[in-house]
């Protein structure tokens, strides 16, 4: 038996469900044994490279695939699946070649549309394209060819261009590196950026000599093509499989389960790299983030599986779903049960909090006096925040100047200023610097908040509770006056979102060292947090920061929309630095989003009825990739309850997983760090979006703080949908939308 090497191409979409099982079917048993009876494994006559093999799939489809032999192995290259006769039509015309500028593989001739997948097209002619005065690529087609290894033809249709709907376009017809090249070009980025970022080999030569590399290519031996796959560009396009698992998830999967195997070169770098401090990526919604924490995760407990490695999240819905990512990723991973254990620990940050304070036992004592001066060991309850600020303000506000008796501005001045200064006395709150807050407070004013901070944690001492904020501050204090941290790595996902107590018991996690803390965030997603930097709690980034700008999930037109609503907003981020939205872009194209406005909510749910039905009795659509968002819990339910009045079953999504077979309903906030092929968001009126806001009208900043949160929901609602986003609102459209255009 002979076993073989896949190496699979990625798809634009899922194989037809007719074929499905049977390609999974043939591609294991060529795995196994590329003589075994029945996969009729053939050379091709008159192919147009001779290493062009098909086998048979069923009697209606054969695979076109290219075989390469090595003394020490046998690979297939996958070009895809297709109709009898089409497999020798495409065998006729199709080469598996190395690009002879930068090493990368590829395939010199245009192919038919495989069935189920979308495969490299003949580049889009320009004159067919809109146009615009200028050209969008400032190079010549002779610097693309040289210095990229643009093929001829492709760099002087891309340097013709002069649109980005033109150029979206024609970028989704080829390979995958070089249409990421052409976008990023289009976008302004130079040629060396675009050589670093995509880690290309150049090799300096004259455009004469470029051109007759293309005119002219030489032999490549098998074992040179086999080698090329490894490039980490090529890495984007092709995988190679080990293992029927990995081959059928792959297969079955299609583009929602590309991110196990296909990294972008940068990724893969933040995937490998090492530091000897923490580490901080950026990048909007769908730039990859998460899949960069999972996969470097994953690598650290492959390299040390004695290593106890905590990954976090702000909810605990986000770190459910970090660990079934985690274990579809490999489901070999071990995990740990226990805060300490080798291997993963996946828990929410709140949840990281509870399980020290938990291991502490009565030991916690001095750890709650040192953060809120009296020790005790009745921490297990957690308070209603809201409601002991209102009863504080009761007992103690009467000093406390009108617009300031609100517990938003009570509980920001308790989470960002005085628990993380450890402040217990009254004395130590009149000298702390109040860095970052807006509201200015006199010694009367700091006293008169002293007041109502006493009576808070007087009611919580007789309650025996704590809130979520306490519990952060006290379990990082414990941490540290015990001198070691349970975890060697901790990675941070959703990293905008936590406030500082948070950030100071990730710091505790883990003693300062190589790999320690490794964060990703997006300051246009902080939906629940405050901005804030993170050097102040013992967590240096500074130097060692990078941004993703590729958008993976999103169509171009999708991602545009919601951009727009982030317009004209100043983001920062959590080393200070303002954060821009400027150059982010997609690989992905798609219908623009639908706008629709209806007399009535009940007219919006007709149509929201008529809609998601549609889209759930398309077969090519998995209904549990259809999703309707909605501001809030209330019209999530009315939603729910209007759609199946109507005859349309949808299922209301609160925690743990989506579950096949039906379309989801779920708040904005529930869907951070979900996706869904079709996405409708519902009620997006003026009534609906913003809210909340009046809590905050105590100070300008915090009320810019606060409708740039309800911009960011928005953004982060919009960012959800891969395919289709239509919005719909009843009576006065949100401030919040962009404008037409």
Not at 74 to 89: F, K, L, M, Q
Not at 634 to 647: F, H, N, Q, W, Y
């Amino acid at each position: 038996m002979a076993e073989s090497v896949i190496i699979y191409p990625k798809q634009d979409k899922l194989l037809d469900s007719s074929i499905k099982q049977k390609a999974y079917s043939f591609l294991e048993k060529l795995a196994q044994d590329d003589s075994a009876p029945g996969l009729h494994i053939e050379p091709v006559n008159n192919a147009a490279d001779p290493r062009a093999r098909t086998g048979r799939v069923d009697q209606q489809y054969r695979a076109l695939l290219f075989k390469l032999t090595t003394p020490t192995s046998t690979a297939y290259v996958v070009h895809g699946i297709y109709n009898h006769d089409d497999a020798y039509e495409a065998a006729a015309k199709v080469q598996l070649t190395i690009n002879p500028i930068n090493g990368l593989p590829e395939y010199n001739e245009a192919t038919p549309v495989a069935a189920g997948e979308q495969t490299w097209a003949q580049p889009v002619p320009v004159e067919s394209l809109p146009s615009a005065p200028e050209p969008l690529i400032v190079f010549s087609a002779a610097d693309l060819t040289v210095s990229l290894g643009i093929p001829p033809a492709v760099a002087e249709q891309a340097v013709a261009l002069t649109n980005n709907d033109a150029m979206q376009a024609f970028a989704q017809t080829l390979p995958e590196w070089q249409g990421l090249a052409l976008l990023l070009l289009a976008d302004g980025e130079s040629i060396t950026q675009i050589q670093q970022e995509l880690e290309l080999m150049n090799r300096p030569m004259s455009h004469d000599e470029a051109a007759a590399r293309f005119n002219e290519p030489q032999p490549v031996s098998d074992q040179e093509l086999l080698d090329s796959f490894s490039q980490p560009s090529a890495q984007m396009g092709f995988a190679k499989l080990a293992g029927a698992e990995e081959l059928r998830r792959v297969i079955t999967g299609g583009d929602f389960s590309a991110w196990r195997v296909f990294l972008h070169p940068q990724q893969r770098k933040w995937v490998r790299g090492n530091w000897k401090g923490p580490y901080r990526i950026s990048g909007g919604a769908g730039t990859g983030k998460t899949v960069v924490v999972l996969h470097r995760a994953r690598r650290l407990a492959v390299e040390d599986p004695d290593a106890p490695i905590v990954v976090t999240t702000f909810t605990t819905n986000l770190a459910a779903e970090l660990s079934r990512s985690l274990e579809r990723l490999d489901p070999e991973s071990q995990f740990a049960d226990a805060l300490g254990e080798p291997g993963l620990h996946v828990k929410g940050i709140d949840a990281l909090a509870r399980a020290v304070l938990q291991s502490a036992g009565a030991g916690v004592s001095p750890a709650v006096a040192s953060v809120l001066g009296v020790g005790r060991t009745d921490i297990s309850g957690r308070a209603d925040t809201d409601a002991a600020w209102r009863q504080a303000v009761l007992r103690a506000g009467e000093g406390l100047d009108q617009k300031l008796r609100k517990p938003a501005f009570l509980q920001a001045e308790y989470e960002m200023v005085i628990l993380p200064h450890r402040i217990t006395q009254l004395a130590e709150y009149l000298k702390v610097a109040r860095t970052g807050r807006g509201v200015r407070l006199s010694r009367a004013g700091r006293k008169a908040v002293w007041a109502v901070v006493e009576a808070y944690r007087s009611s919580a001492r007789e309650a025996g509770t704590l809130d979520f904020a306490e519990a952060a501050s006290i379990a990082a204090a414990h941490l540290e006056a015990s001198g070691e941290g349970p975890a060697r790595h901790v990675l941070v996902d959703e990293g905008q979102d936590f406030k500082p107590c948070h950030w100071q018991l990730v710091r505790a996690l883990a003693a300062e060292g190589p790999n320690d803390i490794f964060i990703a965030e997006d300051a246009h997603q902080r939906i629940y947090g405050q901005k804030l930097m993170l050097s102040a709690y013992g967590i240096r980034t500074q130097g060692r920061s990078r941004g993703l700008k590729l958008n993976y999930r999103t169509t171009a037109q999708n991602l545009a929309w919601a951009v727009g609503v982030l317009t004209g907003q100043e983001v920062i981020d959590s080393d200070g630095e303002a954060e821009s939205t400027a150059g982010y872009h997609s690989a992905r194209t798609g219908p623009k989003p639908t706008v629709r406005s209806f007399p009535s909510m009940s007219a919006e749910l007709d149509h929201a009825a008529e809609l998601v039905g549609a889209w759930a009795s398309d077969e090519e659509v998995q209904p549990e990739t259809i999703a309707v968002l909605v501001r809030d819990r209330a019209t999530r339910d009315r939603v729910v309850a209007g759609l199946g009045d109507r005859g349309v079953d949808v299922r209301a999504l609160e925690s743990g997983s989506v579950k096949p077979g039906q379309p989801v309903v779920l708040t904005m906030h529930r869907a951070k760090g979900t996706e869904f092929t079709r996405v409708l968001l519902f009620g997006l009126s003026k009534d609906a979006m913003p809210i909340g806001l009046k809590a905050y009208d105590f100070d300008e900043g915090e009320l810019s703080e606060a409708q740039l949160r309800e911009r960011s929901l928005l953004y982060v609602a919009a960012s959800r949908a891969r395919d289709e986003l239509v919005v719909t609102y009843s009576g006065d459209p949100s401030s919040l939308m962009p404008a037409a255009g």
